[in-house]
């Protein structure tokens, strides 16, 4: 049975109540899904819209990230010995990848990306950065490991239809220390050899430049630059090489600049939406296609959705996708 | 002692095999007993150590990046497993 149908920015505290299909809180993932295409960010941020089952590579990056995460908290007290820590986050992951329901471990279709290079890569990649490695975790004033570190702060600059802040916020995995320097710490996975192609394509990246902006500014460190830790993960192994990121200020508020007239035009779109949505005709024309993307990043997800008629498009969503609210104001726990 | 010349076999890493750690992995982890957990990290420890070894045996690696401070490598892990109290 489908989901009643119900748009997520309906009670959705990142979005504006004084209109509807504005956006006033943005992360990484939404001003991606904007810059790519407007009818793509509208389907998935604004309806909510997700492909019923979850991408292989999504669910790896998830759970990656979240042993990481996990081996980082155990490791930052000293009682704690990297076998034992290891062993507790190898034991979470395990489970965190066996269908209780089904009695069977998780079933990727992907021979790269499965439950067995999963828990390969988390002790290989642990065995070679745990134990010795020179990045340090910064301790915050509170005391706890600088680590999944949620973020918001306003922008500087607010809707000029409603009057309300814009504001970013988002998560950033590790503040680390390097010969007393501050770097926020990533992990990318990929199939690909790590070479310098694959650093170079974080320089532009939106996502890199989110969490420069906010080591800057949500946690006042004087950031050095971003350490990548990029996995290769092949059948038979997980090969790993670290990378520097950096940003100079003129990029961050070059960046700054580009987000703000993004913003400009999601308010023009959303208020666009609403007054076709006032109409009786539906609010997604107010999101044009770009229809240069849809063979990119492996396809879009909506390609056969916007095949269709305009007329027809909202039950073939309905039928292929679910619906879930992506609220980036929501702060992620902590383990 | 080992007089005959034939050469010195060991049963230390039969556990170890890729097969039983593809029949490990097939069962439900919340009834792995520690002797499991051992095996599952030594078995993918062996595959590290196996694949290290091919690789410097002759396989090159495409162009790198420039390469940022790594972790020592004399200190792979803190302590054996064997040692510890699971």
New interface residues.
């Given amino acids: 049975m489908n989901a009643p149908f119900h748009p997520a920015y309906l009670g959705n505290s990142a979005f504006s109540s004084r209109l509807p299909f504005l956006q006033l809180a943005w992360d990484s993932t939404s001003m991606g899904e904007f810059k790519t295409c407007a009818r793509k960010y509208y389907y998935t941020l604004v309806m909510g819209y997700v492909p019923r089952s979850e991408s292989v590579h999504l669910i790896f990056g998830l759970l990656l990230h979240g042993a990481i995460e996990r081996y980082n908290h155990f490791r930052t007290n000293p009682a704690q010995?990297?076998?034992?820590a290891?062993?507790n986050v190898?034991?979470w992951a395990?489970?965190a990848t066996?269908n209780r329901e089904l009695?069977?471990?998780w079933a990727s279709d992907d021979k790269n990306k499965n439950?067995?290079t999963l828990?390969?890569t988390i002790?290989?990649y642990l065995?070679?950065?745990?134990?010795?490695?020179?990045l340090e975790t910064v301790i915050l004033s509170n005391g706890k490991p600088a680590v999944e570190l949620s973020f918001q702060f306003p922008l500087g600059w607010s809707s000029p239809a409603t009057s309300e802040p814009m504001l970013i916020a988002g998560h950033l995995d590790r503040l680390a220390k390097?010969e007393g320097r501050t770097y926020i710490v990533d992990i990318k996975s990929t199939k690909n050899?790590?070479?310098?192609k694959?650093?170079s394509k974080f320089t532009p990246d939106n996502q890199f430049s989110t969490y420069m902006l906010a080591g800057r500014v949500a946690f006042s460190q004087s950031v050095e630059g971003l350490?990548v830790d990029g996995a290769q993960i092949a059948v038979?192994?997980s090969?790993f090489?670290?990378?520097?990121i950096q940003r100079s200020e003129s990029q961050v508020h070059e960046w700054l600049d580009g987000l703000r007239r993004y913003h400009l035009l999601a308010e023009q779109y959303a208020i666009r939406a609403v007054e076709l949505n006032d109409k009786g005709q539906n609010p997604e024309l107010a999101y044009p296609m770009n229809d240069k993307v849809c063979g990119m990043y492996n396809g879009c997800a909506f390609q056969g959705i916007c095949s269709k008629n305009p007329g027809g498009r909202h039950e073939w969503l309905q039928g292929q996708f679910k619906q879930r609210v992506w609220n980036p104001l929501i702060a992620r726990g902590d383990v | 002692m080992t007089t005959s010349g034939t050469i010195p076999q060991s049963t230390a890493l039969t556990e170890a095999t890729p097969e039983s750690l593809g029949e490990l992995l097939s069962r439900d982890p919340e009834r792995y007993s520690d002797m499991d957990w051992i095996k599952v990290i030594e078995a993918f420890r062996d595959q590290r150590v196996r694949w290290a070894q091919a690789e410097a045996m002759g396989a090159r690696s495409a162009p790198k990046a420039k390469a940022l401070p790594g972790p020592s490598k004399s200190s792979a892990s803190d302590k054996p497993m064997e040692e510890l109290d699971l």
């Fill in positions: 010995v990297h076998e034992i290891l062993l190898l034991k395990a489970s066996w009695n069977r471990p439950r067995e828990l390969r002790v290989w065995d070679e950065f745990g134990p010795g490695d020179p390097l050899t790590i070479d310098a694959f650093f350490i038979t192994f090969r090489q670290r990378g520097l």
